[in-house]
């Protein structure tokens, strides 16, 4: 989705058909619009949306303390 597509460092966990979404993005509108976009995928059930709203946030990621290093 055009709306989502500079959010390349968001969480995004499934179990089974249940999606969870971590991170951080810019607005309440952007945050909407991951959760929206995420249920529009095929065999999604449930979305929890844990995004935070960080107005500094980057095009949306990670909060730091939650950054896994590989």
């Not at 995004?12 to 993005?25: Q, S, Y």
């Not at 995420?38 to 709203?53: A, C, P």
């Amino acid at each position: 989705d055009e709306r989502t597509i500079v959010l390349d460092h968001l969480h995004i966990k499934a179990v089974g058909a249940a999606i969870f979404l971590d991170g951080e993005v810019q607005s309440e509108e952007l945050r909407d619009t991951v959760e929206e976009v995420t249920k529009k995928v095929e065999g999604v059930g449930m979305v929890r949306n844990r995004l935070q709203i960080n107005p500094q946030a980057r095009g949306g990621g990670w909060r730091q303390e939650h950054r896994h290093e590989g």
